[in-house]
């Protein structure tokens, strides 16, 4: 249960997942992409939520030499580990809503 807990505490609120599913299916992802992917999120949660992910090692940020500047995100190799369970939460989430709305 312990593995279990702090599973969830790394992945936990409304917006880590969505982030992490997004620069997944893309593999690099800039702020502005992320943003426009998730709707619903601020700037600020965004840049929050992406400095948690980043402290937990999910998540990689590169900032580009570009004018202006890029932020561009990716995910490390201990992040990419999350690519089977978010698979597993999308084909889940299609069942899912087949059976529940029924489209």
């Known amino acids: 249960m312990r593995a279990v807990q702090d599973s ?3 992945l936990n609120g409304k917006w880590k997942i969505p982030i992490i599913s997004s620069i997944c ?3 690099k992802r800039r702020f502005s ?7 619903g999120i601020s700037n600020r949660m965004l ?4 400095k948690e ?12 030499d570009t004018q202006p ?4 995100y990716e995910l490390t ?11 597993n939460l999308t084909d889940w ?6 059976k529940i709305v029924g489209k």
């Not at 989430?93 to 087949?98: D, Q, T």
Request: proline content about 0%; charged content about 20%.
């Open 8 to 10: 969830m505490d790394v």
């Open 25 to 27: 299916c893309y593999g």
């Open 33 to 39: 992409d992320i943003l426009t992917d998730i709707e």
């Open 47 to 50: 840049s929050k939520e992406l």
């Open 53 to 64: 992910l980043e402290l937990n090692q999910l998540v990689t940020r590169t900032v580009l």
């Open 69 to 72: 500047i890029t932020v561009q």
């Open 77 to 87: 190799e201990h992040g990419n580990t999350l690519q089977t369970i978010i698979t």
């Open 93 to 98: 989430g299609i069942v899912h809503r087949k």
